[in-house]
Structure formats: structure tokens, C-alpha cells
């Protein structure tokens, strides 16, 4: 931590790692306009997170996951190894079991969902800072699951929202058109759409509802 020559508190120091500038701006926006933190610098990929968190020494390093050029769990894997002061906390899109269990086998302190509210993101940076484990409630209980009932891959179950986005998919409806309907962007119905693939162990639309009415997600094959 560095004391805040404003106020001469001390601060938390943070590295931004994510391969949107836009999602960069914002949490920089976020944590520079609030107490307590500061934003040493941002990284697009693992690769130059591993080298920015040498030369700047942070406290937290906000890490996401699945990024070009170089993932969050290789870098998390690379910054435990080498014994690296910074605490790391997954913020990212993904929950499946798939992405999880690596990034806290690989060393994470933490792992929180970007839909995380402004609060809750400070409340678990502020944790992660003194080396305390945050996990979503919803990354909790996955990581519960696997481990008192491991499951196979392809046989995950999936949430009320990855079941009403399927079954528009099975009726023919567009990415756009399930938007429209969902009151979500199209961003989020393609995340929904590659959770429930994930889940489901397949690659494509029809796949997907082929397996789900196999398995009696959709009714009756």
C-alpha cells in the first residue's frame, strides 16, 4: 500500500488486466474516483500483466480471464510460481466450473462476476488486499459442488436465465431477436450462449438443443 499524498491515507494499489479498453477505463473511472485506492497501471493481456506487476509492485491485480495474447490463469500460474506480492482477483464474465477451478487452483485470492455491484467490487479489492479469499455467491457455490459431487464434463446444470435463452434458440429466434425479447444486449445473449455450450459439452445452436431435449431441459425430445 502507498500513503495518498492528498490526504495521507494510506492506499491500495491496483493493476487493471483486461483485454477491453473499454472495461479499463471503466474500472479505472470507478476506483480513481473512489477513496482508499489507486490505479497504478493496465495491462491487455497475462503477458504484460506478469511484466507491469514487476515493475510496479501493486497490491491487487485485477485479472481477467480469457484474453489474447495471453489468459489470466497462465499469468496467475506464472505470478504464484515466481512468488509475486500481489494479491489476485478474477474479475470476469465467465462462471463455469471450467474457468473457476483453474484460476483458484492456479492462485487466485478471489473470483467475482463483472456484474458485481460498484460496493461489493471496493469490499472484495479491500479483502484481497489482506490476503482474504472473496468469492461471489454464485462462484461459492460452484466451487461447493465440485467439490462434494465432481461433475462430468458436458453436465453442468444451467441457470433460469442459459434456460430461457435455449429456448428461444430451439423456436429459431436470432441472437438479436432473443435480445430484444430478454431486454438484454447481444453481448450477453453470445456470454449466455457460450456458458450453455460449455455446460452442455457442445459447439453450436443446434447442438445445443438437440442435447437439451435429450436430456429433458427442453421437454419432450
Known amino acids: 500500500?502507498?500513503?495518498?499524498?492528498?490526504?495521507?491515507?494510506?492506499?491500495?494499489?491496483?493493476?487493471?488486466?483486461?483485454?477491453?479498453?473499454?472495461?479499463?477505463?471503466?474500472?479505472?473511472?470507478?476506483f480513481e474516483s473512489a477513496p482508499g485506492f489507486r490505479v497504478l497501471g493496465e495491462a491487455s493481456n497475462g503477458v504484460?500483466?506478469?511484466?507491469?506487476?514487476?515493475?510496479?509492485?501493486p497490491d491487487v491485480i485485477l485479472m481477467d480471464l480469457r484474453m489474447p495474447g495471453g489468459g489470466g490463469v497462465a499469468a496467475i500460474r506464472a505470478l504464484t510460481r515466481t512468488g509475486a506480492?500481489?494479491?489476485?482477483?478474477?474479475?470476469?464474465?465467465?462462471?463455469?466450473?471450467?474457468?473457476t477451478l483453474p484460476a483458484i487452483e492456479a492462485g487466485a485470492t478471489g473470483y467475482l462476476l463483472k456484474d458485481a455491484p460498484r460496493e461489493e467490487l471496493f469490499t472484495a479489492v479491500r479483502a484481497a488486499a489482506q490476503g482474504r479469499t472473496?468469492?461471489?455467491?454464485?462462484?461459492?457455490?460452484?466451487?461447493?459442488?465440485?467439490?462434494?459431487?465432481?461433475r462430468a464434463p458436458g453436465n453442468e446444470p444451467l441457470s433460469a436465465r442459459e434456460r430461457e435463452v435455449l429456448a428461444l434458440v430451439a423456436k429459431g429466434t436470432s441472437n438479436r431477436e432473443i435480445a430484444r425479447?430478454?431486454?438484454?444486449?447481444?453481448?450477453?445473449?453470445?456470454?449466455?450462449?457460450t456458458h450453455l455450450y460449455a455446460k452442455l459439452g457442445v459447439k453450436d445452436r443446434a447442438a445445443a438443443v438437440a442435447v437439451a431435449y435429450e436430456r429433458g431441459i427442453l421437454g419432450e425430445a
Open 48 to 57: 504484460e500483466a506478469l511484466s507491469l506487476a514487476a515493475a510496479l509492485d
Open 85 to 99: 506480492r500481489a494479491e489476485v482477483l478474477v474479475l470476469t464474465t465467465y462462471d463455469t466450473d471450467s474457468d
Open 181 to 193: 425479447e430478454l431486454f438484454i444486449s447481444e453481448a450477453t445473449v453470445k456470454t449466455h450462449l
Open 134 to 150: 472473496v468469492l461471489s455467491p454464485a462462484v461459492a457455490s460452484r466451487l461447493v459442488s465440485a467439490v462434494r459431487t465432481p
Open 1 to 30: 500500500m502507498t500513503e495518498d499524498a492528498a490526504t495521507g491515507d494510506t492506499a491500495i494499489t491496483l493493476l487493471i488486466v483486461d483485454d477491453h479498453p473499454v472495461v479499463r477505463d471503466g474500472l479505472r473511472g470507478m
